[in-house]
């Protein structure tokens, strides 16, 4: 098993910036594919960034150009920098991944873009 635990949400301005941070512990030696996902209310749950083991990444198109993916190994832990942020950015973010063909995810972290 593996546990997820999100930080760095908050509430920002339209175009300000936050970084989410998730760490993971438990069966980390195995951790493959990590990334975030993102839920408004009304909405279904949305892929935003992923990250592989090597670095590799893939972005959601409403996100590309404006936020980032990264990950530290040794930390156990893999990061989102968003700027620019618009109020289409307001969701539940979670953190994810996949252990033995199971989703694991985080608890979450609010993010709030406002005027």
């Known amino acids: 098993q593996v546990q997820l635990v999100e930080s760095g949400g908050g509430s920002v301005q339209v175009g300000g910036s936050l970084r989410l941070s998730c760490v993971a512990s438990?069966?980390?030696?195995?951790?493959?594919?990590m990334g975030w996902f993102r839920q408004a209310p009304g909405k279904e749950r949305e892929m935003v960034a992923l990250?592989?083991?090597?670095?590799?990444?893939n972005l959601g198109n409403s996100v590309r150009g404006r936020f980032s993916i990264s990950r530290d190994d040794a930390k156990n832990t893999i990061y989102l920098q968003m700027n620019s942020l618009r109020h289409e950015d307001t969701a539940m973010y979670y953190c994810?991944?996949?252990?033995?063909?199971?989703?694991?995810w985080g608890q979450g972290t609010q993010v709030t873009v406002s005027s």
């Open positions: 438990g069966s980390v030696e195995r951790l493959r594919d």
């Open positions: 994810w991944t996949a252990l033995s063909g199971r989703d694991n």
């Open positions: 990250v592989s083991p090597g670095g590799g990444y």
